[in-house]
């Protein structure tokens, strides 16, 4: 048995009642159809299932039938209990800001979804920005020979104690300064 | 009865039903008694196929009218018709019964043939045939497990599509449809017990 033919008769074997019960789609419907002329077996399978569906629709609805349901007494008996329940006012007008539809329930919990995935992205993004180092300032270029100028570095803002000069206080000079070299920032020319 | 026939007979219960549910939360007490007029046959019927005894389908068959006119206003037309939004209460409720107890069988009254119509024009052969006939399909729907059997109680006795058997069942539709074709082959099994015999004799009546 070739392989398609195989594929067509588990295809049957699965869609059969669908087929005997009206369920299925056009081409499926055909392609049953058409596997059953053709293959004995499935034409076997297929009478037995017929034979039990038609069973089925004759004697399932008749369940129930000889035990009393359904009478005229058993529906007024369920009738009078369930009338005392029933609300004798009318419903209260569906407000709308309570009243969501269902396109509307799922609209929003897909746009929360995609808020609880973008927010750690731009979190990220925000994290990178603050990390970059602050570009240096352009230092300051003085010619060969030219003695360095004397730059008061204020360490502290006026307002500081320590930032009043006492008097006779010096001013700390960059050339004096040890370890600073007195070439200044120039390149050596030949 | 032609297609066209049903479609419009299929139209008009709807706008029933629809004028009904209308009437009903305006505070009008006739369409709470036409919803129940045109559905209890129905679902009293399901309950006793799922559960069979009569008491619980009798009770099942009440509470799920309690429920579903209490909460008419959740009813959404958009999603479900309101037979499938009611037969799926009452399925519902029908599973609370089977995890309180095992469903019990009317015993006494499955096997009292009396009452089963049979055509007038049936020999007294046939018709004690018809209701053995009738017996064996019961006992054999009895045996299947919960969820076959809801499968083809709600395919054949009550003719709902595989959709809506899938809304009710609270299951994808591929999930209903193999739970009818499980139904067939368990239904089978138990009606043949000892070869073709037994199943020829029944499908021949």
Same mark, same amino acid.
């Given at each position: 048995?070739?392989?398609? =033919?195989?594929?067509?008769?588990?295809?049957?074997?699965?869609?059969? =009642?669908?087929?005997?019960?009206?369920?299925?789609?056009?081409?499926?419907?055909?392609?049953?159809?058409?596997?059953?002329?053709?293959?004995?077996?499935?034409?076997?399978?297929?009478?037995?299932?017929?034979?039990?569906?038609?069973?089925?629709?004759?004697?399932?609805?008749?369940?129930?039938?000889? =035990?009393?349901?359904?009478?005229?007494?058993?529906?007024?008996?369920?009738?009078?209990? &369930?009338?005392?329940?029933?609300?004798?006012?009318?419903?209260?007008?569906?407000?709308?800001?309570?009243?969501?539809?269902?396109?509307?329930?799922?609209?929003?919990?897909?746009?929360?979804?995609?808020?609880?995935?973008?927010?750690?992205?731009?979190?990220?993004?925000?994290? &990178?920005?603050?990390?970059?180092? %602050?570009?240096?300032?352009?230092?300051?270029?003085?010619?060969?020979?030219?003695?360095?100028?004397?730059?008061?570095?204020?360490?502290?803002?006026?307002?500081?104690?320590?930032?009043?000069?006492?008097?006779?206080?010096?001013?700390?000079? %960059?050339?004096?300064?040890?370890?600073?070299?007195?070439?200044?920032?120039?390149?050596?020319?030949? | 009865?032609?297609?066209?026939?049903?479609?419009?007979?299929?139209?008009?219960?709807?706008?029933?039903?629809?004028?009904?549910?209308?009437?009903?939360?305006?505070?009008?007490?006739?369409?709470?008694?036409?919803? #129940?007029?045109?559905?209890?046959?129905?679902?009293?019927?399901?309950?006793?196929?799922?559960? #069979?005894?009569?008491? *619980?389908?009798? *009770?099942?068959?009440?509470?799920?009218?309690?429920?579903?006119?209490?909460?008419?206003?959740?009813? *959404?037309?958009?999603?479900?018709? #309101?037979?499938?939004?009611?037969?799926?209460?009452?399925?519902?409720?029908?599973?609370?019964?089977?995890?309180?107890?095992?469903?019990?069988?009317?015993?006494?009254?499955? #096997?009292?043939?009396?009452?089963?119509?049979?055509?007038?024009?049936?020999?007294?052969?046939?018709?004690?045939?018809?209701?053995?006939?009738?017996?064996?399909?019961?006992?054999?729907?009895?045996?299947?497990?919960?969820?076959?059997?809801?499968?083809?109680?709600?395919?054949?006795?009550?003719?709902?599509?595989?959709?809506?058997?899938?809304?009710?069942? *609270?299951?994808?539709?591929?999930?209903?449809?193999? +739970?009818? +074709?499980?139904?067939?082959?368990?239904?089978?099994?138990?009606?043949?017990?000892?070869?073709?015999?037994?199943?020829?004799?029944?499908?021949?009546?």
């Amino acid at each position: 048995m070739s392989s398609i =033919v195989r594929m067509d008769c588990r295809f049957c074997e699965a869609h059969l =009642v669908a087929y005997l019960n009206g369920q299925l789609s056009a081409k499926a419907r055909s392609r049953i159809a058409r596997h059953v002329d053709e293959c004995e077996s499935c034409y076997a399978a297929y009478m037995n299932e017929r034979d039990m569906s038609r069973e089925l629709e004759r004697r399932v609805p008749l369940v129930g039938a000889n =035990v009393g349901m359904g009478t005229n007494a058993a529906f007024a008996r369920m009738w009078s209990a &369930i009338e005392i329940e029933i609300p004798t006012s009318p419903a209260p007008a569906a407000s709308t800001g309570w009243r969501w539809s269902y396109q509307l329930r799922y609209s929003l919990a897909a746009l929360v979804f995609m808020l609880a995935l973008l927010l750690p992205w731009t979190m990220e993004q925000h994290k &990178i920005g603050l990390s970059l180092p %602050i570009p240096p300032e352009p230092s300051l270029v003085i010619e060969r020979g030219t003695p360095a100028p004397v730059i008061s570095v204020a360490l502290f803002s006026n307002t500081h104690p320590a930032a009043t000069p006492t008097p006779g206080a010096r001013t700390p000079d %960059i050339e004096s300064a040890p370890g600073t070299s007195d070439s200044g920032f120039g390149t050596d020319t030949p | 009865m032609t297609i066209t026939t049903l479609t419009i007979t299929a139209e008009q219960t709807q706008e029933r039903v629809t004028a009904a549910i209308g009437r009903c939360l305006r505070g009008d007490q006739s369409g709470y008694e036409s919803l #129940f007029a045109e559905f209890a046959p129905g679902i009293c019927r399901l309950c006793y196929s799922l559960l #069979f005894n009569t008491q *619980d389908a009798e *009770d099942v068959t009440q509470e799920s009218f309690v429920y579903a006119f209490k909460n008419l206003e959740r009813y *959404d037309a958009e999603r479900a018709s #309101f037979k499938t939004w009611l037969y799926t209460i009452a399925v519902s409720r029908c599973r609370n019964v089977y995890r309180r107890k095992h469903p019990m069988i009317d015993l006494l009254n499955l #096997f009292q043939h009396d009452d089963i119509p049979a055509p007038k024009s049936e020999t007294p052969e046939a018709a004690f045939a018809h209701q053995s006939a009738q017996e064996a399909i019961e006992q054999a729907i009895v045996a299947l497990s919960p969820r076959l059997r809801e499968a083809v109680v709600l395919r054949y006795g009550h003719g709902l599509t595989y959709r809506e058997i899938a809304e009710v069942m *609270d299951c994808p539709q591929k999930t209903a449809e193999s +739970r009818v +074709r499980l139904a067939h082959e368990a239904l089978r099994g138990l009606l043949q017990p000892t070869g073709q015999g037994l199943l020829d004799e029944l499908l021949s009546v």
